[in-house]
């Protein structure tokens, strides 16, 4: 199956700075999305970004799908933006396959 | 607003004892997921249903079984749960793929915490 790799594995930010995560996938993709899983556990839809740029607000993602990568900016970080990042990608076969996830801590 | 919903968030069961958990969603999607997540893992697919075709996963354990009556709900059945299957369950939707082939965006509850003694 499709390999898909995150780094760094744990990120500690102090609140303002600006930090950039990493998503490698081994095969081409018809999907890639971008959660953020808060402290309850809960999977926010962050991107739907299979290719190109997106921005909302002060998170945008760049997936450059010829090279199999994609990244998450975070800019002025806050403390509510703590929790654990994933990446996931799909092939064609309806069935998303997760990275090991981003553990973002942000400090007051 | 639309969205996926599920019930109980949190549920107790005893080892051993059938617990069922459920799934609504009001987005009218073809698509319904059901994900495994233990403590700092990513989540693990399960099994999927497009419209009423049932898709397990080969490593998906017998003792995991799941229903869709119609469109709207969707259930996971452990038959007897063990201590390692406590874990947080996630069901999530997807319309399914665009006529150009792209797979569209998976949309998730909130999840059910399931804890067996």
């Known amino acids: 199956g499709i390999q898909v790799e995150q780094s760094p594995p744990d990120l500690i930010l102090q609140e303002g700075a600006n930090s950039t995560l990493r998503c490698n996938f081994s095969d081409s993709v018809n999907n890639l999305q971008w959660f953020h899983q808060n402290p309850w556990g809960q999977l926010i839809n962050l991107f739907y970004?299979?290719?190109g740029t997106k921005q909302n607000g002060r998170l945008s993602a760049t997936t450059v799908a010829t090279e199999r990568y994609s990244l998450l900016y975070i800019s002025s970080s806050q403390t509510t933006d703590s929790g654990v990042y994933f990446c996931a990608v799909e092939r064609n076969d309806y069935k998303l396959s997760f990275g090991a996830g981003t553990t973002v801590t942000v400090r007051a | 607003d639309a969205m996926v919903i599920q019930n109980p968030r949190y549920q107790v069961t005893q080892f051993g004892k059938p617990v069922t958990l459920s799934c609504s969603q009001t987005l009218n999607h073809n698509v319904m997921y059901w994900y495994q997540q233990k403590s700092s893992q990513a989540p693990k697919l399960l099994f999927h249903y497009y419209d009423k075709d049932f898709n397990n996963e080969a490593d998906t354990p017998d003792n995991f079984q799941s229903r869709r009556p119609n469109t709207s709900f969707c259930f996971l059945d452990i038959r007897s749960p063990g201590l390692g299957d406590a874990a947080m369950y996630l069901c999530a939707t997807s319309k399914g793929p665009t006529s150009g082939g792209l797979q569209e965006t998976q949309y998730f509850g909130p999840g059910t915490r399931l804890l067996v003694l």
């Open positions: 970004i299979p290719s």
